[in-house]
């Protein structure tokens, strides 16, 4: 009787053992799923960031290749309407420059004439006269005319 009763439970034993195997196989598989989709999904997200810079590339590629073709066809069309037109064309720029700093300065003469006629200490009115956005403005005008043109002779 005792050795039915241990064959029984041995044998349920014996039969439950697989079972729990196989619970516990498929639980690290679940595990390793999970990773790999992790994996994935890290890959896939580096992959977009990749494809996104180079799609990026492309576009500013293309609007490099655009802005000369502009520049390339308004000089040929400042060519063929003569040198008049040309040399018109070629001023506007820095007489736009001249005119602003013109008006700029008229400004800011006019606000520190203000300031002294209502008896403002010339030392306040001098520093308080010049911002960072004054300062800001002034390195984008040079930045334009001077460090503009030394990249322009360095790229040819």
Same mark, same amino acid.
């Given at each position: ?20 195997? =196989?619970?516990?196989?498929?639980? *690290?598989? /679940? !595990?390793? @799923?999970?990773?790999?989709? +992790?994996? %994935?999904?890290?890959?896939? =997200?580096?992959?977009?960031?990749? *494809?996104? /810079? !180079?799609? @990026?590339?492309?576009?500013? +590629?293309? %609007? ?44 800011k003469i006019a606000t520190m004439l203000v300031a002294f006629a209502d008896n403002g200490n ?29 990249w322009e002779r360095n790229k040819q």
């Open positions: 009787m005792l050795e039915t009763l241990l064959g029984s439970l041995m044998g349920g034993v014996f039969r439950i053992i697989p079972e729990v195997m =196989k619970l516990l196989d498929a639980k *690290s598989e /679940r !595990e390793h @799923e999970l990773q790999m989709l +992790s994996k %994935e999904m890290d890959f896939a =997200k580096i992959k977009g960031e990749i *494809s996104m /810079r !180079e799609a @990026e590339t492309a576009l500013t +590629s293309q %609007e490099l290749v655009s802005m000369a073709n502009a520049i390339q066809e308004q000089g040929e069309t400042a060519r063929a309407a003569g040198k008049f037109v040309s040399a018109i064309s070629a001023l506007v720029r820095p007489l736009v420059t001249y005119w602003f700093v013109v008006l700029y300065s008229a400004v010339w030392k306040e009115v001098l520093i308080n006269s010049w911002t960072k956005d004054d300062m800001a403005l002034l390195m984008m005008i040079l930045t334009f005319w001077f460090v503009g043109r030394v």
